[in-house]
C-alpha cells in the first residue's frame, strides 16, 4: 500500500515502496480499462502549455475511470484571479487539480491552497507522470531492471529530473550527459558528464529537445551547442550493445533524434507514450482512494466560512509535502 500524500507534485516525495506500489498499480491498469474506480468524481484539468499526450490520456483516464474531467482552457495561473482564489474555488466543486504549467512555484502555491489533490501533469522543475510512464515502459522490455542503466543526452530539464528520481527509485542506474552548463543544477546528486561518448555500456538512451517551450529565442545558440549531442546511428553504436531508444515526445526529428533512430525497431516512444494512459490512471487512483472524504467536506465548509476564520497558512502546512 502507498502512503497517504495530499499531492503529487514531484517523485521526490516518495519512497521507494511508494513508487513500487504506483509501478505495480500502474501495470494493472494496462489490462483494466474501465473498472470505475473513481465513479461519480469530478477532476479539473488546468493546461497553461498545449498538450497532446497529456491532455488525451488524462482525459481518457478519467473517463475510463468513471470520473468526470473538466477542462478549464489555456489560461495561465493567476491571470483572470489570483492562484489562491483559483484554489479555494476549485476546492469548493470538484475531487482533484490536474495541472500542466511553466512554473512549478506556482503550482505548489496551487497545491498549497486546494483542500483536494493536485496533480504535476508537467512544470518547468518536474514531469513525474512521463517518468512513471517510462519505469513502466522499460519494466515491459527487461527481464529485471537491476543492473541496468539509462544514459540522459541533452539539456537537463524537467524529464531528465523526473527521470533521474524514477530510475533512482526503481533501482535503475542512470548518467546524464549534457553539455558544460546544461547539466544537473548544484545540489543534484547525478552522475553527470560532458562526452557524448559517455553513452557506452548504456541499456536505454533517452533524449528530450533541446529547446523546451519559453525558451525559442535561444533555439538557434541551442541547436548549435547540442549539435554533438543528437542521438544518430553513430552515437547509438558507441553503447556497444542492442540498446534502446527513449524519448517523451513531441520529437523534433533531424535535431536530438534522427529519423533512423526513432523510428528503428529499438526505438520505445510509442509504448512510453501508450503507457502514459495506465501510469496516470494509477496516480489517480492512489491519490483519490486514499484521500479523505471527511476531511475534504470539513475543509470546504470552512472555505464558506461555517467554522469562523480558515487560517490557510497551517492549512497549506498540512498539506504540502515539503
Not at 494493472?28 to 479539473?44: D, H, M, P, S, V
Not at 504549467?101 to 496533480?119: Q, Y
Not at 520505445?268 to 502514459?276: C, E, G, I, K
Request: glycine fraction near 6%; charge should be negative.
Amino acid at each position: 500500500m502507498m502512503n497517504k500524500y495530499a499531492d503529487m507534485l514531484s517523485l521526490g516525495q516518495l519512497s521507494k515502496s511508494d513508487f513500487s506500489y504506483l509501478l505495480s498499480s500502474a501495470a494493472a491498469q494496462r489490462t483494466n480499462r474501465l473498472n470505475f474506480a473513481l465513479a461519480g468524481k469530478n477532476i479539473a484539468l488546468i493546461f497553461e502549455k498545449p498538450s497532446l499526450r497529456t491532455r488525451v490520456t488524462f482525459e481518457v483516464a478519467i473517463r475510463q475511470l468513471g470520473a468526470w474531467p473538466i477542462l478549464l482552457g489555456e489560461s495561465q495561473l493567476g491571470e483572470r484571479e489570483s492562484i489562491p482564489d483559483l484554489a479555494r474555488n476549485l476546492s469548493l466543486w470538484v475531487d482533484c487539480i490536474v495541472a500542466r504549467v511553466f512554473r512549478h512555484v506556482n503550482l505548489e502555491e496551487l497545491a498549497s491552497f486546494a483542500t483536494i489533490p493536485v496533480i504535476n501533469a508537467l512544470s518547468d522543475w518536474e514531469h513525474p507522470c512521463q517518468a512513471l510512464a517510462d519505469v513502466l515502459t522499460l519494466s515491459e522490455v527487461w527481464d529485471e531492471i537491476e543492473n541496468k542503466t539509462v544514459a540522459y543526452v541533452g539539456d537537463w530539464n524537467n524529464v531528465s529530473r523526473s527521470l533521474w528520481k524514477a530510475c533512482e527509485l526503481s533501482g535503475i542506474g542512470f548518467r546524464a550527459i549534457c553539455p558544460k552548463g546544461f547539466g544537473p543544477h548544484s545540489g543534484e546528486a547525478v552522475d553527470w558528464l560532458t562526452e557524448p561518448d559517455a553513452v557506452e555500456g548504456a541499456d536505454a538512451i533517452y533524449t528530450d529537445v533541446w529547446t523546451s517551450m519559453g525558451q525559442e529565442s535561444e533555439a538557434k545558440e541551442r541547436n548549435e551547442i547540442f549539435l554533438p549531442y543528437q542521438v544518430n546511428e553513430r552515437l547509438f553504436a558507441k553503447t556497444g550493445k542492442p540498446s534502446f531508444f527513449m524519448h517523451c515526445l513531441p520529437a523534433h526529428r533531424g535535431l536530438e533524434v534522427t529519423d533512423p533512430v526513432i523510428d528503428s525497431d529499438n526505438s520505445l516512444v510509442f509504448r512510453q507514450a501508450a503507457n502514459r494512459l495506465p501510469a496516470e490512471k494509477a496516480i489517480l487512483i492512489s491519490l483519490l482512494e486514499n484521500h479523505d472524504e471527511t476531511a475534504i467536506e470539513e475543509s470546504r465548509a470552512r472555505i464558506l466560512g461555517r467554522f469562523g476564520h480558515l487560517d490557510h497558512h497551517s492549512l497549506a502546512q498540512r498539506k504540502l509535502w515539503v
